[in-house]
Each structure stands twice: as structure tokens, then as C-alpha cells.
């Protein structure tokens, strides 16, 4: 079974340039999450998505963050413009179910971006 | 609030030797998820072993168990027979059953694993 697809690997750009991240989920899984890992601390959640439908995006900084999942399968996660804090890797995971606390996430290899 | 500690930043363990990473996590709800998860040097984070909150027994997954505690509310990880190959990070995460959160996991701070041959 393949595994959580992330592009790219690495990015680096200059401050308030733009980039956009791409994941495809495992095959069946309904939910997929994209999380926000700084160099040092654990991944924190910026949005959740439940099929095509947003379930959580609490923490995700619509100033300049967005992220869609058209048709419920693969997503997009953009920063427009970026900023030197935003300096970090981007994970995206996905899980067979919403919520519950059996549901285990599985996570893609991640996009390391570096900003300027 | 939800809320995960690991309070070891590094721990060095020989080749072969067996090794605990601490966890203590705090919730009020009581059904919670517990996972292990590790992220070697390439990023990737790796599931690894998972304990519901009603599981009477340990969970158990080849060279990985988890001691469970719950009055305690601690769940550590330990390694058996450590290889170079488990050098890594370490995250501890939780997530509960209350919908409103929707099932996000809280991680903690991680736990970088050195193994010595």
C-alpha cells in the first residue's frame, strides 16, 4: 500500500514570495491533516480536513495561509506571502476516520521549507 | 487542556541495551488515544505503537512496548535491543474523543535517541 506523497521535498524562497505544497493521502483514508513542524518542537496542527470539508483550521494563519482538498483526495497547502517564521517542515498526514481516539494518522515524508 | 511532556531532550543507549523515553500526558477527557511516533533525520514521521485509554494490557509491536500507567498518566516507550538503526527523535502524542477537536494530536517536545555501537 503506498504510503502519504508529499512535493517538494525541500523549498527555499526569499521572503514574501509565495510557494504552494502538495499531498496525496493514502488511498480510502477520508481525513487528511496538514501540521507545521519549527526545528526543535513537536508538529502542531494548522488544518483538518474531512472529505472536501474543513474540520479544524483553528490554528492555520488565514492571512496568509490557505489550503483546499478538492474532490477529497489530494490538497494543496499555500503560503502567500511568506515570512522568515514560517521556516520550517510541513507535514502531511492522513487517517481512515474522523476523529475518535483510535484512529491513527500516518504522515508524509514532509516539505522542509527554508525562507530568506 | 490537552497537554504532552517528555522531559528527556537526549538519551544515549549501547548497541543491544534495552531503553526507556518518558511520557506523561494530561487530559481530562477519559477516552484518549496515545501514540509513539519517530522522525528520523530525513523528516518522516514514523508510526510506531498506539494505546487506547481503555486497553487493559500493554501494547505491544515487535522490539517496541508501551508501559502504560494511568493513574500516573504516563506512557512510556521502551526499545528492546537497541540498534544504530533507532537513532532518531521520539514523539509522544495524544489525541482525545471530543468531537470539537476533531482528532488532531498534540505532540510533545521529543526525546532524541543516540544509539552507541
Known amino acids: 500500500e503506498a504510503g502519504v506523497a508529499q512535493s517538494p521535498r525541500y523549498k527555499i524562497i526569499e521572503k514574501r514570495q509565495s510557494v504552494a505544497f502538495w499531498c496525496n493521502p493514502i488511498?480510502?483514508?477520508?481525513?487528511l491533516y496538514w501540521y507545521q513542524q519549527i526545528l526543535g518542537q513537536g508538529p502542531k496542527l494548522l488544518i483538518q480536513?474531512?472529505?472536501?470539508?474543513?474540520?479544524?483550521d483553528s490554528q492555520l494563519p488565514k492571512d496568509r495561509f490557505s489550503a483546499e482538498r478538492l474532490k477529497g483526495v489530494d490538497s494543496t497547502l499555500k503560503i502567500q506571502p511568506a515570512k522568515l517564521e514560517d521556516s520550517a517542515v510541513y507535514l502531511c498526514?492522513?487517517?481512515?476516520?474522523?476523529?475518535?481516539?483510535?484512529?491513527?494518522?500516518?504522515f508524509g515524508p514532509g516539505t522542509r521549507l527554508t525562507v530568506l | 487542556a490537552q497537554k504532552i511532556t517528555q522531559t528527556q531532550p537526549g538519551m544515549f543507549v549501547q548497541e543491544k541495551e534495552a531503553v526507556t523515553l518518558d511520557c506523561t500526558y494530561d487530559?481530562?477527557?477519559?477516552?484518549?488515544?496515545l501514540f509513539w511516533y519517530k522522525q528520523p533525520s530525513s523528516g518522516e514521521m514514523i508510526f510506531l505503537i498506539y494505546q487506547g485509554s481503555y486497553d487493559q494490557q500493554n501494547a505491544t509491536e515487535g522490539r517496541y512496548s508501551l508501559n502504560f500507567q494511568k493513574a500516573r498518566k504516563s506512557a512510556n516507550l521502551v526499545i528492546s535491543a537497541s540498534q544504530l538503526g533507532d537513532s532518531a527523535m521520539y514523539f509522544c502524542?495524544?489525541?482525545?474523543?471530543?468531537?470539537?477537536?476533531?482528532?488532531?494530536?498534540?505532540f510533545g517536545q521529543g526525546t532524541e535517541l543516540s544509539v552507541k555501537p
Open positions: 487530559t481530562s477527557d477519559p477516552s484518549y488515544g
Open positions: 498526514a492522513s487517517s481512515l476516520l474522523l476523529g475518535g481516539f483510535t484512529d491513527t494518522q500516518y
Open positions: 480536513f474531512q472529505n472536501n470539508g474543513v474540520v479544524d
Open positions: 488511498s480510502g483514508h477520508a481525513t
Open positions: 502524542a495524544m489525541r482525545d474523543a471530543s468531537y470539537n477537536q476533531g482528532g488532531k494530536l498534540i
